[in-house]
C-alpha cells in the first residue's frame, strides 16, 4: 500500500494601517504603516503605532496590527488564520474622522479541500463621521458574509447566494442619482477572469446615509471638494487552478476599510485599515 500523503498548509496573512501616494497639498508616498506579514509556516505576530500624523493631511492616535495561523484543534478543521488591522481617532484633512474603525478576516481551511470558510467577526466602524456630521451605515449584520462555504470547493466568485446578495447590493449602487460610470463599471457583481485568477469586488457596506454634503451610492460617498469614499472594500481572488481536479487552489480576502481618492483640497489616494488573507494547502 502507497503511504499516505501527509497534507501541509502555508499560512498567508498580513495587515496594514496605512499606505498610499499623495500629490496635493505635497507630493510624498504614504509607505506602509505598521505592517506585519505572517511567516508561511504560521506563528503569531503584532505591531503597534506611535500616534502617527503625516502634516495636516492624515493622522490617527493610536494603530496596531496582527496576524495569526496555526492548527486548528477542532475536530472536521484544518488551518485557521488571522489578520486584524485597527486605528483609533483617524483624521484626514478635517472631512473623514472615526473614532476606531477595527478591519478582521479570519479564516478557516478545510483538512480536504482548498476553499476556505471565512468571517468578518470584529469588524466595524465606530463614530464614522464626514464635515462632523455621523454617518449611518448598513453593514452587513452576519460575520461570515459570504454565506456557507460553496459545496465541493467551488469558488465564492460564482457562489450563488452570495452573487444573489451583491445584486441587491449593486442595484442600490445602478439607482443613485447622477452615479458616475466609473462606480458602475467598477461594482457589477460580476466576476471576472484574466490572467490565470478569477475575481470580484463587492462591500460589507450596503449604503451609508447621513446629513453630510455629497451623495453616496451604496458604499460609495462623493464629497465635493474632497473626492470619493469607498467603505470595507472587499476583494476576493481564486488563482492557481488544478484542472485536473477542477478547483482554485488558492483564495485571497483583502479588505480596505477605507480607500480615498481624493482631489481639491487634498490630493490622493490612500488606502486605510487593511487586513489580508491568502493561504493554500498541498497537495
Not at 17 to 43: C, F, M, R, S, W
Not at 69 to 79: A, I, R, S, T, V
Not at 92 to 117: N, S
Not at 217 to 224: A, E, K, M, R, S
Request: charged share 25%; net charge negative.
Amino acid at each position: 500500500m502507497a503511504e499516505e500523503v501527509k497534507r501541509t498548509h502555508r499560512y498567508h496573512a498580513e495587515a496594514t494601517v496605512l499606505h498610499g501616494d499623495l500629490y496635493h497639498p505635497l507630493v510624498q508616498e504614504i509607505k506602509p504603516q505598521t505592517n506585519v506579514k505572517l511567516a508561511d509556516v504560521g506563528g503569531y505576530l503584532s505591531e503597534h503605532a506611535e500616534p502617527y500624523r503625516l502634516e495636516g493631511v492624515i493622522s490617527f492616535s493610536k494603530a496596531y496590527t496582527q496576524v495569526a495561523g496555526n492548527p486548528d484543534p477542532k475536530e472536521g478543521h484544518g488551518w485557521s488564520t488571522l489578520s486584524t488591522s485597527v486605528v483609533e481617532n483617524l483624521n484626514v484633512l478635517e472631512v473623514v474622522t472615526a473614532d476606531r474603525i477595527v478591519g478582521q478576516i479570519a479564516t478557516d481551511y478545510p483538512p480536504e479541500g482548498y476553499v476556505p470558510k471565512v468571517h468578518f467577526l470584529g469588524t466595524r466602524f465606530e463614530n464614522l463621521r464626514i464635515a462632523g456630521h455621523p454617518v449611518e451605515l448598513d453593514i452587513h449584520p452576519d460575520p461570515s458574509f459570504l454565506g456557507d462555504k460553496p459545496d465541493n470547493d467551488g469558488p465564492y466568485t460564482r457562489h450563488r447566494p452570495l452573487l444573489d446578495r451583491l445584486e441587491e447590493q449593486f442595484e442600490r449602487i445602478r439607482r443613485g442619482d447622477g452615479v458616475p460610470d466609473k462606480i458602475t463599471q467598477r461594482y457589477n457583481g460580476v466576476s471576472s477572469t484574466s490572467d490565470g485568477v478569477e475575481s470580484i469586488e463587492c462591500s460589507l457596506v450596503s449604503k451609508a446615509e447621513g446629513p453630510y454634503p455629497g451623495l453616496s451610492w451604496g458604499h460609495v460617498i462623493h464629497i465635493p471638494g474632497f473626492g470619493y469614499i469607498h467603505l470595507a472594500v472587499l476583494k476576493i481572488v481564486h488563482s492557481d487552478y488544478d484542472k485536473e481536479k477542477r478547483v482554485w487552489k488558492k483564495t485571497l480576502f483583502d479588505l480596505k476599510m477605507l480607500e480615498l481618492e481624493m482631489g481639491c483640497i487634498g490630493g490622493g489616494r490612500a488606502m486605510l485599515v487593511n487586513p489580508v488573507t491568502n493561504g493554500s494547502t498541498e497537495p
